[in-house]
């Protein structure tokens, strides 16, 4: 059973243009982080987010968490080839439970 | 600024040797974990480390692994005896608390 479902699993956009990727579970979640790794590389932090409704924004990329802290979203504005990576979604299911579950990621390309 | 250093990059072993990979966690934190990544696949939640004992670990965490933080800065991970179906990139990963966890850039281990 998939914990943390993303979607899409690929998204190819041109730049300029906006995305947003997915993060659902039926689960809650005491925290959701959000991670981009590059091919051969670990996973590197974006943002953690711990408040159901909570916005964080890190210059064009907008994070949410769902009010029922079950899903999450990243939208990013104008996007620049720079962009392009593999997006990871990681859920903590209870704040003394320090294991993170992991989505598949989605595949973002930005073409220039 | 401070990051999580994972050595060696890459591991090349026989099948049913054993291997110790090693993790430098950020130096305030106080939490410890294994990830492993299997090509293609999500990342995979291994073990948790805290207080000189192992909190958690997950069901594919069995008696051919194990955890040991010898000194006041290294934790490692060993393998005992490899098999085919351990090759993954491993991923260190550290944390102040239970919010937010940092990943090392990861060891290629391959076994054959």
């Known amino acids: 059973t998939q914990l943390l479902e993303q979607s899409p699993q690929f998204l190819s956009i041109q730049e300029g243009e906006n995305l947003t990727v997915y993060c659902n579970s039926s689960?809650?979640?005491?925290?959701l982080q959000w991670y981009r790794q590059e091919p051969g590389e670990g996973p590197v932090l974006l943002v953690t987010?711990?408040?159901?409704?909570e916005v964080k924004k890190l210059k064009r990329l907008t994070f949410q968490f769902g009010d029922a802290r079950k899903d999450s979203s990243l939208h990013i504005t104008a996007a620049q080839p720079g962009d392009t990576g593999l997006y990871l979604c990681?859920?903590?299911?209870?704040?003394?439970?320090?294991?993170?579950?992991f989505g598949a990621g989605t595949t973002v390309t930005v073409r220039a | 600024e401070p990051e999580v250093t994972q050595t060696p990059s890459h591991q090349v072993t026989q099948m049913g040797q054993e291997v110790i990979l090693r993790c430098v966690p950020i130096?305030?934190?106080?939490?410890f974990y294994w990830y492993r990544q299997i090509l293609g696949q999500k990342v995979e939640f291994l073990v948790s480390f805290y207080n000189n004992e192992i909190s958690e670990k997950s069901e594919i965490f069995d008696d051919q692994f194990s955890v040991e933080r010898p000194d006041g800065s290294n934790f490692t991970l060993k393998i005992r005896s490899t098999k085919l179906e351990d090759s993954a990139m491993y991923f260190c990963?550290?944390?102040?608390?239970?919010?937010?966890?940092?990943f090392g850039p990861g060891t290629r281990l391959l076994v054959l």
């Open positions: 990681a859920g903590m299911r209870r704040s003394n439970d320090y294991k993170l579950s």
């Open positions: 987010v711990v408040t159901g409704g």
């Open positions: 990963a550290s944390s102040r608390g239970w919010e937010t966890q940092y």
């Open positions: 689960s809650v979640f005491s925290s």
């Open positions: 130096s305030n934190h106080l939490y």
